[in-house]
């Protein structure tokens, strides 16, 4: 089965760009998380949708930052506009609801540099 | 609240040697556990998981128990290899409610020949 694809796999821009993450769940999955990592901070939960639903967004750093899932096979992440502040490694997952023990799947991760 | 905390790292340990990370967590009822592993320039594979009292997790050698009276879940491995060196995150799942994760810091680990 194919896993969680994400891309670009990297990505280098400068301030002031309109970058766009995309991510692919784990066909049948329903649950999907964008989370950010960074030496700083490690891992950061930025946003998560159920049934393509955003639930939680509390995670997202600022109105810099939008998060859609237009259906149940597709996510895009945008920063618009982007800071040097933003590079990291953005992960993609996704998870079936079932019951417990329901692992999330991740994917490579988009690694992201602002210059 | 729900959280988890994960022994500091980085751990470096010499090829064979015995591995111990602590993880405990905070959470009502009961929680899934899980170790997950980030091999350099990879997204996060799950390792191995417990959903309930005195289970036991074991993959690919390491293993870890759900102790609820300690809440506790430390990875653990007889003898690492080289191939083990990565960064292992400790995570938990609400009983109810949404699956979000709640992830601990992450552990690097380095081993040597």
């Known amino acids: 089965d194919a896993g969680v694809i994400q891309s670009p796999r990297h990505e280098v821009t400068e301030m002031g760009q309109e970058v766009t993450l995309r991510c692919k769940p784990i066909?049948?999955?329903?649950?999907l998380f964008w989370y950010r990592q960074t030496m700083m901070r490690g891992l950061e939960l930025l946003i998560y949708f159920n049934n393509n639903v955003p639930i939680d967004d509390s995670g997202m750093p600022e109105d810099r930052f939008s998060a859609k899932m237009p259906n149940a096979s597709f996510s895009t992440l945008k920063i618009q506009p982007s800071e040097p502040r933003d590079s990291a490694v953005y992960f993609c997952a996704s998870s079936l609801f079932g019951t417990a023990g329901q692992p999330q799947h991740f994917g490579d991760g988009t690694r992201l540099s602002i210059l | 609240g729900n959280s988890v905390t994960q022994m500091e790292g980085p751990v470096t340990l010499s090829e064979e040697a015995f591995l111990t990370i602590n993880c405990t967590y905070t959470a009502t009822g009961y929680p899934s556990l899980f170790w997950y592993v980030q091999y350099p320039g990879e997204g996060l594979q799950l390792l191995l998981k417990?959903?309930?009292?005195?289970d036991k997790g074991s993959n690919k050698g390491f293993e870890a128990t759900y102790r609820k009276e300690t809440t506790s879940f430390h990875l653990e491995k007889g003898s690492v290899q080289v191939s083990d060196s990565a960064v292992y995150f400790c995570?938990?799942?609400?009983?109810?409610?949404?699956?979000?994760?709640?992830f601990g810091t992450g552990t690097r680990l380095t081993v040597i020949p």
């Open positions: 417990a959903t309930k009292a005195d």
């Open positions: 995570a938990l799942r609400r009983q109810t409610g949404a699956n979000n994760l709640f």
């Open positions: 066909s049948g999955h329903d649950y």
